[in-house]
DNA sequence: AATTAACGCTTTGTATACAAACAGTCAATG
DNA sequence: CATTGACTGTTTGTATACAAAGCGTTAATT
């Protein structure tokens, strides 16, 4: 894995903490690596709003209340759209994979172990490709594009890190309501089906924004 | 300047051309600088999409028909979406940035020399600053540090390269309304006029797309 | 005692040297 | 004649060395 992916996971699954200072020197031990890629590595996160610039250096983005509102009151828009965009240009292929990442999430839930990094991750994961089967299915890549740097992903992954099994099953539900609005080519449903989801979401993440401010990263977790 | 900034200005000026390749040693030749920072300056612009990597090294993005739709609609989207944030959120001094650089926009255009870049690129400025204004007056800062990423920059010089007096002054126009719906906090009003108004300018780069695929940058342009 | 000047240490910015990967060419072989 | 293989030159990827800029501490002066 590159410096890039590598720092970028750290931060999401809160290895790197909001706040934290990450010289080039440190980041060079770490990955074993000297200066010149940990400082492009930097460069791209910077200009995708993870970390911040310091006066010299840059530390791992802290995100406020407000900050998460505005971020979601985006995402929302964006995701509607595409999700109503999805409803009008989907075609079976794209209804066989939304369908495909909504079953394989499905699973995940049933085998899921509360505050399991391992159980949280393959959730994750699952429900990303869920989102971005829809996404793509919008037909516009630029979309796509942006919504992936819209989508701040550590606060996803922390959304989900507080989500017990009812949640996650409700979660599940909406989903299925997503998938059907588009399969039936409702536009105006899909969208604010999708909209109130990522609310839910964005609900989850205020909720338990204070309770601590580290999700502690387990030895068995990296790999 | 550094790298990053003149490499973008000579991709929206047109002094690399969309396809040509850029070869880090042809840059640092061209910067009097050493590859490293080059470097650095070609990840950031590849994670905003203005070259597109190649096997070995980037290219100039090319835009295609379908992309520039496709840009459109995301932009009109949250262009629009802050419009109607600004009706609604916009305090005295906002309105006041708005008008400011709007009229300067109408100087810049009463001053207008058909083809001259200065020209241009003094429109060009103004016109930017008023959009700005109104994002910024939305106040969700988050869709101004995206929004700058959808537009993309060279598109926008291009099509008012091709812009004549009439159609400079009619997109004033609109500018005036666009103003007076927010001034008014009639929020859907403003968010239909910004629509209707970037919709305009997009035909106008579709309009010309094909007619040449370089600005011709004067010597005289050259600092 | 407080303010400032200067020094040294830490960290970032840039250049250069070297290693690795890739593309194109030419020759050998079926 | 086409296809493959090795060779060569070019370009990118990484490491390291050095220059420049910031920050903290100490010492000197008021």
Redesign the interface.
Known sequence: MDAYNYIKEAIIHGKYEPGMRLGEEFLAKELKLSR?PI??AI??L????LVTPLKRGVSVRHFTRE?IQ??Y??RT??EG?AASQAALHRTEEDIQKIKKANARYEEAIERYQEKDMNSIKEIVNFNQQFHEAIISACK????Y??LS??VVVPLVFRSFYWYNSFELKRSLEVHKTILLAIQSQDSERARVAMTEHIYQGRDQVLAHLDEIKKIHVLKEDSQ
Not at 46 to 49: D, L, Q, V, Y
């Open positions: 010149t400082r492009e460069k791209q910077e200009s995708e709003g900050d505005q971020i009151d985006l828009l964006l759209y516009n890549p630029h979309i594009f942006h740097k819209v």
